[in-house]
C-alpha cells in the first residue's frame, strides 16, 4: 500500500514538479526576465518612498513552542541528540497568512549559540526542503526516499537554525487569501519580520541572543532587505529589539547588472561560449539600469543560453540526475538526484504530519510566483552599502563553480561599492588544502569556496562549514 502510494507520487512528481535549478527550471532567470519584461514598459525602479513605521502583529504564543516539538521525522538515524520544531506562524490574521519554519537546535550549547536564521532564495523556493534537507541541515534523504541519514557537517553543530519558507505560497507556507501569492519583495521582508517578533515570544529565550541572517541566490535581496528593515525598526523601542549582529549572502543576486555581466564573462572564461558570442555581448549590451537592450544583444544572449546547453548551470561540472545514463561522480560527490528524494519524502503524508504541516502538495519552487513578482529592485548595493556602516558584519561568499551567480558577478557587484581592501586576497586552507580565498575590505568580508557550485553546503559541506564558523567568530577563514 505504501509503497504503491510512494511509486505512483513518484511518477506523478517527477514528471509535473520542477525542482530548483533542475529539469529546466531556472527560477531566478524566470523572475529576472519578467522583470525586466515590465521594466521596458513601465520605466525604471523608482527611489524607496521615506520609511514609515508601524507597529506589527503580535499573535498570542503562549504553549505553542510545545506543540511545535517534531518528536521525530519518519525513518530518522537513532542517535539524534538534539531538539527540533516546526510549524506555522501567523503574520496576518485576518487574511489568514501564515509562514512555515523549521528549527533545528545545537545538539551542545544551545542555551549560548547564536540564532542564525537560514533563507533560500528564486523567488519561490523552499528554505526546508532546499536548504535544510539539501544543504545546511542536519539531516539529508537517502535515495530510498524513506530513511535520512545525518549531515557530518551541519551548521546546527555550532549554531541554532532557523529555516523560514517565505514568502506565503513558498513550500509549506500558505494564505488564506489566494491574492496573497501575488507578491514581493517588499512584503516579503515585512511578513519575515512579523514572523522573527511573533517567533520571539514563541521561544523567548532566543529574544536577547546573537542573531545572525544568512541566505543564497535571491535571499540577495531578501536578507539585506530584512536586515535593514530590523535595523529601521530596533530604533523604536515599544517594538522587540532584535540582536542583529551580522549578515552573510552566498552566490547572491545583489546587482542587475553585474549578474548579467557577470554571467557571460563566466560563461567565456569557463570555455562555455565562444569568443564570437562573448565579444558580441560585450559590445551590444548595456546592461546599466538605464540601458536599452537592442536586438542585437538579445540575439547574443539566446545564442550564449544555446551554446551553454544542458550543463547543470548551478554547478557546471556537475553529472545530470539522468535515469538514462550512469552518473558520472560530480567533483564533490553530491548526488545529483538528492531534489527528487526529498521531493518523495516531503511528500509523504506522515513526514508532513510529524512535521505539523497542513497537508498540500509540497514543491521545491513555485514556480508561479517569479511571474507573479511584483517589486524587486534593480539593485540592492545601496541597503548593502547602509548595513555596511550600520557596524553589523556583512559577508558575502561565492562557490566558485556556480555559472547562475558566479563568483564574476560578485567580485564586480563589490567592485560597485567602492570599498578598500584592508586585508589583501590569499588563499584560506581546509585540512592541508586551499578551501577557498578571501579578501577583507573595509566593513566587507569576500570568501570564496573552491569546487562548489551555487549550494556551497551541499557541494563543499566541510569547507561550507569552516567559513559559517569564521563567520560567526568574526574572524576570515
Ligand atoms: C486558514 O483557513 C483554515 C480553514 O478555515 C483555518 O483552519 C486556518 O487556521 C486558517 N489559517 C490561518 C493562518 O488563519
Ligand atoms: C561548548 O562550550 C564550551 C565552553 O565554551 C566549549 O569548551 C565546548 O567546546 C563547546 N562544545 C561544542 C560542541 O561546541
Ligand atoms: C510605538 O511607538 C510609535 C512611535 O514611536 C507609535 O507610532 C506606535 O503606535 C507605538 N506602538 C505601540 C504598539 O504602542
Ligand atoms: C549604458 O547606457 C547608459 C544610458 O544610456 C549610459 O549612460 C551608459 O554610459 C551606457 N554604458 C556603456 C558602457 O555604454
Ligand atoms: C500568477 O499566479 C497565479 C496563481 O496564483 C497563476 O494562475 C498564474 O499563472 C500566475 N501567472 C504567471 C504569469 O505565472
Ligand atoms: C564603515 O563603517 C563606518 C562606521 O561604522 C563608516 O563610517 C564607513 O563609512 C564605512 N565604510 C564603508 C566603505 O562602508
Known amino acids: 500500500m505504501k509503497i504503491a502510494f510512494l511509486l505512483s ?9 520542477h525542482c530548483y535549478g533542475g529539469n529546466g527550471y531556472d527560477p531566478l532567470e524566470t523572475a529576472l526576465n519578467a522583470q525586466r519584461a515590465k521594466r521596458s514598459v513601465t520605466g525604471h525602479a523608482t527611489t524607496k518612498a521615506e520609511y514609515s513605521y508601524s507597529p506589527v502583529y503580535v499573535g498570542q504564543q503562549h504553549g505553542l513552542k510545545d506543540a511545535d516539538k ?43 549559540n547564536p540564532l542564525v536564521l537560514w533563507l533560500n532564495g528564486g523567488p519561490g523556493c523552499s528554505s526546508f526542503g532546499n536548504g535544510a534537507m539539501m544543504e545546511l541541515g542536519p539531516f539529508r534523504v537517502n535515495p530510498d526516499f524513506t530513511t535520512l541519514s545525518h549531515n557530518k557537517y551541519a551548521w546546527n553543530n555550532i549554531a541554532n537554525v532557523l529555516f523560514l519558507e517565505s514568502p506565503a505560497g513558498v513550500g509549506f507556507s500558505y494564505s488564506n487569501t489566494s491574492s496573497d501569492y501575488k507578491t514581493g519583495d ?31 541566490s535571491y535571499a540577495g535581496h531578501y536578507v539585506p532587505q530584512l536586515a535593514q528593515l530590523i535595523l529601521r525598526n530596533n530604533k523604536f523601542t515599544n517594538q522587540t529589539v532584535i540582536n542583529l549582529k551580522g549578515i552573510a549572502l552566498g552566490n547572491a543576486l545583489v546587482d ?46 539566446l545564442q550564449a543560453i544555446a551554446a551553454r546547453s544542458n550543463i547543470y ?50 514543491e521545491s519552487c513555485n514556480k508561479n510566483m517569479p511571474k507573479n513578482w511584483t517589486d524587486m529592485p534593480f539593485t540592492v548595493l545601496p541597503v548593502i552599502q547602509e548595513l555596511m556602516g550600520s557596524g553589523i558584519s556583512v559577508w558575502i561568499y561565492s562557490g566558485d563553480t556556480d555559472g547562475r551567480v558566479p563568483v564574476t558577478t560578485s567580485r564586480y557587484s563589490i567592485n560597485k561599492l567602492q570599498t578598500s581592501v584592508k586585508t589583501p586576497w590569499y588563499p584560506w586552507m581546509y585540512e592541508g588544502e586551499v578551501g577557498g580565498y578571501v579578501v577583507g575590505y573595509e566593513n566587507l568580508t569576500f570568501v570564496t569556496i573552491r569546487g562548489a557550485g551555487h549550494f556551497v553546503p551541499s557541494y563543499q559541506p566541510a569547507r561550507g562549514l569552516a567559513l559559517f564558523s569564521s563567520f560567526l567568530e568574526g574572524k576570515l577563514p
Open 70 to 112: 517534531i518528536s521525530a521525522f519518519p525513518g530518522q538515524p537513532s542517535g539524534t541528540d538534539f531538539d527540533q520544531y516546526s510549524g506555522y506562524v501567523t503574520v496576518e490574521p485576518n487574511h489568514g497568512r501564515a509562514l512555515f519554519y523549521y528549527f533545528a537546535e545545537s545538539p551542545a550549547n544551545s542555551s549560548t
Open 186 to 216: 517588499e512584503q516579503t521582508a515585512k511578513d519575515s519580520y512579523t514572523f522573527l517578533v511573533n517567533w520571539l515570544e514563541r521561544f523567548p529565550e532566543y529574544k536577547t541572543r546573537d542573531f545572525y541572517i544568512t541566505g543564497e
Open 256 to 301: 542587475e547588472e553585474t549578474e548579467n555581466t557577470g554571467m557571460y564573462d563566466y560563461f567565456w572564461t569557463h570555455a562555455i561560449i565562444s569568443d564570437e558570442i562573448h565579444k558580441g555581448i560585450v559590445s551590444n549590451c548595456n546592461f546599466s539600469e538605464a540601458g536599452t537592450i537592442t536586438e542585437a544583444c538579445l540575439d547574443y544572449q
Open 9 to 17: 507520487l513518484h511518477f506523478t512528481l517527477l514528471v509535473s514538479i
Open 313 to 362: 548551470s548551478y554547478d557546471i561540472y556537475a553529472p545530470l540526475c539522468s535515469p538514462f545514463s550512469n552518473s558520472t561522480p560530480s567533483i564533490s560527490g553530491f548526488d545529483p538526484c538528492t531534489e527528487n528524494y526529498i521531493l518523495l519524502y516531503l511528500n509523504t503524508p506522515e513526514v508532513q504530519q510529524s512535521l505539523h504541516a497542513k497537508p498540500l502538495i509540497w
